[in-house]
């Protein structure tokens, strides 16, 4: 199965530790709208533990990813692993989620510093999506 999305993403600048401070830009998007090649909807959560649910109703989670460097104004190129989802439809028994050609979606500049902090900017973003089985699932 493949899927896009075309949008905007949205990130604030956050402190995410004390002593010494550091900062760093944090997605705040609830979720991203995906559309399959048979014009199907579905939402992806990204995270730690990203999450894709298809209009469907079937979903997948994810359980580990690695990830390729994609030049340094776009978003690096993840392979997550995937929970199998037992319910029925388009990402039943899926077990990876590949993402790329990814245009955008990474905040060049301003970096984020304690001046920044709090402020939020959106940039551009566009991405393919290939959801596949390994061979015998």
Same mark, same amino acid.
């Not at 579905?42 to 994810?62: I, L, Y």
């Given at each position: =199965?493949? $899927?896009s999305s075309n949008g905007r993403l949205l990130y604030e600048c956050q402190a995410v530790r004390r002593s010494p401070y550091e900062y760093e830009w944090l997605l705040r998007n609830p979720g991203l709208e995906l559309t399959d090649t048979y014009g199907k909807r579905f939402t992806h959560k990204?995270? $730690?533990r990203a999450s894709w649910t298809h209009q469907d109703g079937s979903s997948v989670m994810t359980r580990e990813f690695v990830e390729v460097p994609n030049g340094s104004h776009h978003l690096p =190129? #993840? /392979?997550? /692993? $995937?929970? /199998?989802s037992e319910t029925p439809g388009a990402l039943h028994n899926i077990t990876y989620v590949q993402r790329l050609r990814t245009?955008?979606?990474?905040? #060049? @500049? #301003?970096?984020? @510093?304690a001046p920044q902090l709090g402020m939020r900017m959106t940039v551009p973003y566009e991405a393919d999506y290939i959801f596949w089985r390994a061979k015998g699932s």
């Amino acid at each position: =199965l493949e $899927a896009s999305s075309n949008g905007r993403l949205l990130y604030e600048c956050q402190a995410v530790r004390r002593s010494p401070y550091e900062y760093e830009w944090l997605l705040r998007n609830p979720g991203l709208e995906l559309t399959d090649t048979y014009g199907k909807r579905f939402t992806h959560k990204p995270g $730690a533990r990203a999450s894709w649910t298809h209009q469907d109703g079937s979903s997948v989670m994810t359980r580990e990813f690695v990830e390729v460097p994609n030049g340094s104004h776009h978003l690096p =190129l #993840p /392979r997550y /692993r $995937a929970e /199998r989802s037992e319910t029925p439809g388009a990402l039943h028994n899926i077990t990876y989620v590949q993402r790329l050609r990814t245009v955008g979606g990474w905040i #060049p @500049s #301003p970096t984020c @510093s304690a001046p920044q902090l709090g402020m939020r900017m959106t940039v551009p973003y566009e991405a393919d999506y290939i959801f596949w089985r390994a061979k015998g699932s």
